[in-house]
Every structure is written in structure tokens, then in C-alpha cells.
């Protein structure tokens, strides 16, 4: 509700308006704009936003899976990110394939219904081409796959399928099953035309090559467990606790990773003239007094203080100080 205007105020605008100050026009359009949202009741969302992020996260981690995987299945550099995830219906999804393609068709066990993931064509070829023994070059043009490609193409859609399982892992125990593999989307119905469904884009690069996949979800498929995906993104943007046999592991692989130990004995700055003059058995002088302690470098930080010498053959330094607090310094 707007401000009351006491008396003295609506007398100082009637004054006003009668003596031109003010356009009465104007104060008719002012404010007379509401906001309104757009909504297209033959479209209603059925996914909150909380349940979008959680998505999110977990193709995230299917991104970070499916690299590996084609890394080493391809022997090659590959790059996968989630492009966009939307909410369209299931009839606007098919439309928007090509054809021919490649669809994986599957099911998320114990949910029921079924799930599609579609692979460019692009993509396809390309994963073809570089089983092969090739650059991953993509077809010049789009075809059905031949025999030969149906198998190798199938072959790696059901592995990437069944990386879904470790994707939802914290999120509800799946269980991918692979059904078919389908290359022309009018012949793929898995519910009706105006249902709702999830869409995942992911951009796959494989050498020079990019190519998507296209992760298709139902809401009906998905209705059983939209609670979990809300609670899912609830904990996951909260600090995670690490249990006392967490910390023991962590530090039971950190004490086994190699750093980088360094003794720094000195330095000194030299004229760019007599840098190219240098020669065999010129002497440098460092700025470094020799009752002075070398300083030791961990990765890039000072950690310890130290005497240089000899062990045996090798030149060694004796550690005289610890560095309580590791800091980081350039050496000067």
C-alpha cells in the first residue's frame, strides 16, 4: 500500500497541478507498469530451481566420468562439460533431433519408465573414426551407421550409460539397463508429446572435434525421488564434516606425495653487459654472507633454515631451524 498524504500535503499538490508544476499526464502514467511474468500454462515447470542445481551437480560429476572414460578408451584429450539443463516438453526434444542419430535408449532401475541419452552424429563419427586408428574425423556428411559402426557405437553408448549409476551415486542408488539403441527419434516414444521432461546438453570435445549429448528425463520417471534432489542440493551447499577415518586416509595418501625441497644459496644482479660477457671461471658473487642460514623451500614455501655441507660424496645441508608458520617468498 502507498503513503497516506496528510491534507497539507494533497493542498501543495492540487497548487501545483493548477499552476502548471506539475503534468497530470505524467502522474497518470507514473507507476501504472506492473511486472508481470510470463507463464505458459501449457508448459507449467515441474523441476525447482533447488532440484535443477542438484542436477547440475550431478552431471557434473557424469562430466567428470565420462572424460576419463573416453580419455582412455579414445586415447585422446578429451573435454565434457554441462552446457544447459531446461525444462521443454518431450514432443519439442524429439523434434529438435536429427535423423539419423544415435538415441540409447534405458531405464533407471527401481524407477519406472524410461530415459533416453541421444549422441550427435558428429560425436558418433568421431568415436568411430578414432577406434579405428584415425584422427577422430567426423563424417562429411550424415548417414545411418553401417553394421561394423552399430556395434563399436553401441559398445561405448552402454558404458556411458551406465556411468549414470556413479553420477547419482549420493544422490539414489540407480541402476542403468541398457534396452536399444534407436537412430530415428519419430520411432522413440517414451511418453506423450506435451509431457514434461528434463533436458541435459553436454558439450563433448574430442580433439578438434565438438560434438553433444543430449540426456533425456521425464518428470514422471523422476516424481519418486524430486525430494531427494531437494535435499540433495540442500547438504551438498553446506560444509561437509570429514569423519575421523576420512582425515586418517587423506593423510595417509598426502604423507606419500612427493613436494619439491629446495636450498636456496643465493642470489645477485648483474649488468645485462656483463651477462654476455660471462665465461668459464668468472666469478659471481652472492649476496649471501656465509654465517648465514640457507633458507629451505617446501613447494613455495620457506619451511626450514639449514647449514650447507658435504655427506659422503654429496652436498647436503644440515637443518638448523624450523619455520613454525610456512610462508611464501621469493628468495630475497
Keep these: 500500500m502507498g503513503d497516506i498524504l496528510s491534507q497539507s500535503e494533497i493542498d501543495a499538490l492540487l497548487s501545483a497541478l493548477s499552476d502548471g508544476q506539475v503534468d497530470a499526464e505524467e502522474m497518470r502514467s507514473t507507476d501504472t507498469t506492473k511486472k508481470v511474468r510470463v507463464y505458459d500454462f501449457k508448459r507449467p515447470n515441474k523441476f525447482s530451481k533447488d532440484q535443477i542445481h542438484s542436477l547440475q551437480n550431478i552431471y557434473e560429476n557424469y562430466c567428470r566420468a565420462l572424460t576419463n572414460f573416453l580419455s582412455g578408451n579414445l586415447h585422446s584429450a578429451i573435454e565434457s562439460k554441462v552446457l544447459s539443463i531446461e525444462q521443454i516438453t518431450y514432443d519439442e526434444f524429439i523434434r529438435s533431433l536429427p535423423s539419423p542419430t544415435v538415441i540409447g535408449i534405458f531405464t533407471l532401475e527401481p524407477l519406472e519408465g524410461t530415459v533416453l541419452m541421444e549422441v550427435s552424429p558428429s560425436l558418433a563419427f568421431t568415436i568411430v573414426d578414432r577406434i579405428l586408428g584415425g584422427q577422430g574425423q567426423g563424417a562429411e556428411k550424415n548417414r545411418d551407421l553401417t553394421e561394423i559402426e552399430k556395434t563399436l557405437v553401441e559398445h561405448r553408448l552402454t558404458h556411458m550409460i551406465n556411468l549414470t549409476e556413479e553420477a547419482w551415486g549420493e544422490v539414489y542408488e540407480l541402476k542403468p539397463q541398457f534396452i536399444a539403441m534407436e537412430p530415428n527419434p519419430q520411432f522413440v ?29 521425464p518428470y514422471l520417471v523422476l516424481e519418486p525421488i524430486l525430494e531427494k534432489l531437494s535435499t540433495y542440493f540442500l547438504f551438498s551447499t553446506k560444509a561437509k564434516v570429514s569423519s575421523p577415518e576420512q582425515i586418517a586416509a587423506i593423510r595417509r595418501k598426502i604423507e606419500w606425495a612427493k613436494v619439491d625441497v629446495v636450498a636456496f644459496l643465493g642470489h645477485s644482479e648483474i649488468l645485462v653487459r656483463d651477462l654476455l660477457e660471462l665465461a668459464v671461471g668468472d666469478v659471481i658473487p652472492l649476496r649471501q654472507s656465509l654465517a648465514e642460514p640457507l633458507p629451505i623451500y617446501v613447494g613455495k614455501y620457506m619451511k626450514f633454515k639449514s647449514n650447507p655441507g658435504l655427506n659422503g660424496e654429496h652436498l647436503a645441508v644440515q637443518i638448523t631451524e624450523v619455520v613454525e608458520e610456512g610462508r611464501e617468498e621469493d628468495g630475497e
Design 189 to 217: 516414444q517414451i511418453v506423450a508429446p506435451n509431457e514434461m521432461v528434463i533436458l541435459i546438453t553436454i558439450e563433448v570435445t574430442v580433439g578438434d572435434t565438438v560434438g553433444m549429448i543430449e540426456v533425456c528425463l
